[in-house]
């Protein structure tokens, strides 16, 4: 079944050469959602989002956004990668960096807008972050890093927004910063996706949960996934986890 701007993950299965990475993922993702991404390591969590994205080829199945392959809407998607995958010696500032999710909007080689401008001041500044906006990003912490790149994905304007361990280095005042941020969004109609580790309290904070381990082991509201049952599928044996009630 399709829904009016939903995206639509059919029977998906990936392999890197002989490692079987994902295998027969489906699901439906609305807007209005803040969705966690949980799982072991290896479970799949970057190569859902990365295949979702077609930045690594899939071998079956299908991804579409409002009954559109996804791909061809890229210009709707915001996607924020791991720490690890960023080069944080680049020398650009903060500016730079949030002016880049203007590209789309304006175009290579044009002038940035008092439009674009004004939208990269206003994401700074819902990020907390407009007062380094002159730093170079390779001089910020590991938290201010990740609400440089957060304000680069609000200044996009998308529809859908990715994040691959947003939290990893963050203390709990920018973890608080990024989740009401993410609130905000959904609560506008955009969906938002979040691969995420943590299983403690925090975990509250998302809407719907998707339970991986190559397969899917349960998708859907947050309190339904979070049974023991699933919880020892996915990560076997004993597992500690926050207790929502
Ligand atoms: N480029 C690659 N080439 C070969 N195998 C890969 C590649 N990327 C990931 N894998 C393998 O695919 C599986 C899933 O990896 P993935 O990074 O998606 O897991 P993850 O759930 O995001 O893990 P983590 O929590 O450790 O970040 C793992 O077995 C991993 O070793």
């Known amino acids: 079944m399709s829904y009016s701007g939903a995206i639509a993950v059919n029977n998906l299965g990936v392999c890197y050469r002989t490692v079987e990475a ?35 080829p899939v071998n079956v199945g299908t991804v579409s956004y409002d009954g559109q392959p996804l791909q061809n809407h ?70 201010q890093q990740q609400r440089v790149f957060l304000a680069r994905s609000l200044a996009q304007e998308a529809e859908v927004f990715f994040f691959d361990e947003p939290f990893v280095g963050v203390d709990q005042k920018t973890e608080n910063i990024i989740f009401n941020l993410f609130h905000e969004l959904a609560d506008t109609g955009k969906i938002v996706v979040v691969v995420n580790h943590d299983l403690g309290e925090s975990i509250t904070n998302f809407d719907d949960l998707i339970l991986l381990n190559k397969e899917l082991i349960a998708f859907g509201q947050r309190q339904q996934v979070l049974q023991e049952e699933n919880l020892q599928r996915a990560y076997g044996g004993k597992v500690n986890f926050f207790v929502d009630r």
């Open 74 to 143: 890229l210009e709707k998607v915001a996607y924020v990668p791991q720490r690890s995958q960023i080069d944080w010696t680049y020398p650009v500032t903060v500016w730079d960096v949030v002016m880049m999710g203007r590209v789309r909007k304006t175009g290579w080689f044009r002038r940035f807008s008092s439009l674009s401008r004004h939208q990269a001041t206003d994401a700074l500044e819902k990020v907390e972050m407009i007062e380094y906006k002159n730093r170079p990003i390779g001089q910020l912490s590991g938290g």
């Open 22 to 56: 994902l295998r027969d993922i489906s699901l439906n993702l609305l807007p209005g959602k803040v969705t966690g991404v949980f799982g072991p390591n290896g479970a799949g969590k970057s190569t859902l989002v990365k295949a979702m994205l077609g930045l690594i």
